[in-house]
C-alpha cells in the first residue's frame, strides 16, 4: 500500500556517470515534483509536473531531465554526474497545486 | 547519527511536555502552509496545513498558529512522546504563478527525552 515509492534507495556512482531515480505514486494524484536535501537537511523543490506537463522548474542544471511517462510517475535522470550532486532526492506528489504534497522515501545519492 | 554536524535550531523536552516549535516566513504573498515531520533516514510526514484565512487549525495532539502580521507561524505539540523527536520543518506555498510551489524553512530538531 505504498504511496510515494522510489528506486533504488541508495545510489553510489562515480562522477561523469549517468544515472536514473524512478518515482510512482499510487495516489491518483495530479501533480509530482523532485526535491533535493543537502547535507544540512535544506530541502529544495527541482522539478514539478502536472498531468505530465513541466509547470516548475528551478535554477537546475541542465544536467538534470526530469522525464514523465504518465501521470503516476516521474523520472529523474542526471547525466556527467558532479561530487556536487551528491544529496537525498525525494520525490513527492499532491492532489493538486497548493494542497499537501505527500513524499517519497527518498534516494541517497552518493557521487565519489 | 544523521544530526551531527547540523547547525538546525534544537529543542529538547522532557516526555509529555507540551512543545513549540517557531517558524517565520518571508513572503507575504504566502497562502498556504504546511508542518512536516522528517524522521531519521525517511521522508517528510505531512503533519498540519493551514491557509491565510486562517489564525488557527488543531489537529490529533497538534496545533498551527498563523500571524501574518509578523510572518510568524507556530507548531505547538501537546504531550510530547519519544516518537516525535524528529526534524520539524515549516514550509510556504506562495500561490500565484508559483502555485504548489512549497517553500521550507530551515528545520528544528526535537529531541524528546523518556
Known amino acids: 500500500d505504498t504511496a510515494v515509492s522510489q528506486t533504488p534507495k541508495y545510489l553510489v556512482t562515480q562522477m561523469g556517470n549517468d544515472k536514473s531515480i524512478k518515482c510512482e505514486q499510487n495516489?491518483?494524484?495530479?501533480?509530482m515534483y523532485w526535491y533535493k536535501q543537502d547535507s544540512k537537511k535544506f530541502l529544495k523543490i527541482m522539478f514539478s509536473?502536472?498531468?505530465?506537463?513541466?509547470?516548475i522548474n528551478e535554477t537546475v542544471p541542465n544536467r538534470f531531465s526530469p522525464k514523465s511517462p504518465d501521470k503516476a510517475h516521474l523520472n529523474l535522470h542526471i547525466n556527467s554526474l558532479e561530487l556536487g550532486d551528491s544529496a537525498v532526492y525525494f520525490c513527492?506528489?499532491?492532489?493538486?497545486?497548493?494542497?499537501?504534497?505527500?513524499f517519497g522515501p527518498g534516494t541517497r545519492l552518493t557521487v565519489t | 547519527g544523521e544530526s551531527v554536524g547540523l547547525h538546525l535550531p534544537t529543542l529538547s523536552v522532557q516526555e509529555g511536555d507540551n512543545s513549540i516549535i517557531n517558524c517565520a516566513y518571508s513572503?507575504?504573498?504566502?497562502?498556504?502552509f504546511i508542518w512536516y515531520k522528517q524522521e531519521s533516514g525517511k521522508g517528510p510526514q505531512f503533519i498540519i496545513d493551514?491557509?491565510?484565512?486562517?489564525d488557527k487549525r488543531q489537529g490529533q495532539r497538534v496545533t498551527v498558529l498563523l500571524n501574518k502580521t509578523v510572518k510568524h507561524l507556530s507548531l505547538q505539540i501537546a504531550a510530547t512522546q519519544p516518537g516525535d523527536s524528529a526534524v520539524y520543518f515549516c514550509?510556504?506555498?506562495?500561490?500565484?504563478?508559483?502555485?504548489?510551489?512549497?517553500?521550507f524553512g530551515q528545520g528544528t530538531i526535537l529531541t524528546v527525552h523518556p
Open positions: 513527492a506528489s499532491s492532489p493538486g497545486r497548493g494542497t499537501e504534497q505527500y
Open positions: 495516489l491518483g494524484h495530479d501533480t
Open positions: 509536473y502536472n498531468n505530465k506537463e513541466l509547470i
Open positions: 513572503n507575504s504573498a504566502s497562502d498556504y
Open positions: 493551514i491557509r491565510s484565512n486562517m
Open positions: 514550509a510556504e506555498n506562495a500561490g500565484g504563478t508559483s502555485y504548489g510551489k512549497l517553500t
